[in-house]
């Protein structure tokens, strides 16, 4: 019997905000947001983590955290608060939370554009795949970290 794991926590936001980042080909700039894992998710427990519905709601940050920093990442990707508003934008997981992505402001950056969009549908196929073995939680990590 494989011991359970603690119940998923909400994560925290943390790390320094960069201070000057350029969008690259309308994705992060990986100077500054190179992404970054969640220690808490491996390839051996991902029957206990990433695989069980519900798992990203329960970890994701407070609404409350995000918007702390997002005025802040924003302007440090160059990018202007209406521009990122008018009409959609979000600040997204470099590795998604589905991908067992941190919450560290090395993993975020404001990504423009409409929601859901093709990077949203990439990850739920990899998260796909990665559960149902067709391929390992490194091997789904390195291809979402070469999109776009």
Known sequence: MTPSL???????????????????????????????????????????????????????????????IRGPLVAAYHESMADFYGPFGEIDHRIPLELGGSSAIANLWPEPGRRPNAKDEIEDRLKADVCAGRITLAEGIR??????
Not at 9 to 28: A, E, H, M
């Open 6 to 68: 603690p119940a998923p926590r909400r994560q925290r936001v943390t790390g320094s905000v960069p201070v000057s980042c350029n969008l690259i080909d309308g994705g992060p700039d990986p100077g500054c947001t190179p992404g970054a894992l969640d220690s808490a998710v491996n390839q051996q427990n991902i029957g206990q983590t990433i695989c069980v519905p519900g798992y990203t709601g329960r970890v994701r940050p407070t609404s409350a955290a995000i918007s702390r």
């Open 143 to 148: 291809r979402v970290l070469a999109w776009p």
